[in-house]
């Protein structure tokens, strides 16, 4: 009796092509990461004074997020190529993720 083994549901597309190899991210840029933590911290305090600790935190995760998704290259534009090109459907499924958790914490 011959084994078959469990395939991955999707499959991809007959016509993808083996992903080149990333390259490599170089070293750490410190100075413009420096310059965005003192005007981060800056607005985070301003406004924290004008407008309370609530809307300072919502600030600071908003930031963070941001500059998370910034340097990860976690963009709507490729998640969706990848969908339409190549059946991989998750970056859509990392981005609703995404959408639900801070909607849900900004809710809050």
Known sequence: MTSVAPSRWPAPAPTCA???APESAGRAQWLPLAIYLLLAA????????QHGAKAA???????????????SRFGFTSAWRQLVAVG???GLRAHT??????ATVFAC
Not at 57 to 71: D, E, I, K, N
Not at 97 to 102: D, E, F, Q, R
């Open 18 to 20: 083996v992903p080149p």
């Open 42 to 49: 800056g607005l985070v305090g301003f406004v924290g004074i």
């Open 57 to 71: 935190v919502l600030l600071l995760l908003g930031l963070g997020l941001g500059l998370a998704l910034f340097h």
């Open 88 to 90: 991989n459907g998750e």
């Open 97 to 102: 993720v995404l959408l639900g958790a801070t």
